[in-house]
């Protein structure tokens, strides 16, 4: 005869976590989420264009190096950039560039379809793939967690990160 293990022998399953504790929301007691720490979202205070590209690039690359720890992931909102200039989409390829020195990625959002249309034709001779051009913050940073190693689970943490608006860049119109 087969003895039963007393790990089986409880009453409810062993993966059920505890309920909270009267008066607490379950998403307090939910741990913060780690995407916060690795992915970097900004949106740039102005629009990107021939003018300001290397000024936004200096401006992203020193953000990278101010934040603690390190992202693993830029997510850069240029959707109000309708149309990329000529040195806009080289400029966003020198910070891929830059970024990938730093083991870190760039997802780009582009809303308009003009935009994509235009980068993705340039894109083809450079170093960033049409898999980094999103139309929406939301999706870039989706597949900037989903890219994290380790499961990508959407909890009720992740869902706020999503929510919050991108981080405001200032960008120097004097360099």
Known sequence: MQSVHT??????????K??????VAAST??????????????RPACRLSADNADALVAAVAARVRAAVPSPCSVVLDLSATPVLHDGAAAALDTLADRLQ??????????AGPQARAAFCGESA???MHKDTIHASARAAMLAA???????????????????????????????
Not at 18 to 23: F, S, V
Not at 146 to 174: C, F, I, Y
């Open 29 to 42: 007691r939910l741990p913060a989420s780690q995407a916060a720490q690795w992915i970097l979202c900004l």
């Open 18 to 23: 505890p309920a909270p504790p009267p008066g």
């Open 145 to 175: 967690y989903a890219a994290l190693p380790g499961a990508a689970l959407v909890t009720p943490a992740l869902r706020e990160l999503l929510a919050q608006p991108p981080e405001s860049l200032p960008v120097p119109t004097g360099v």
């Open 125 to 127: 001779k450079t170093a």
């Open 7 to 16: 790990l089986f022998l409880r009453r409810r399953p062993i993966w059920r």
């Open 101 to 110: 020195h730093s083991d870190a990625t760039l997802r780009v959002v582009l």
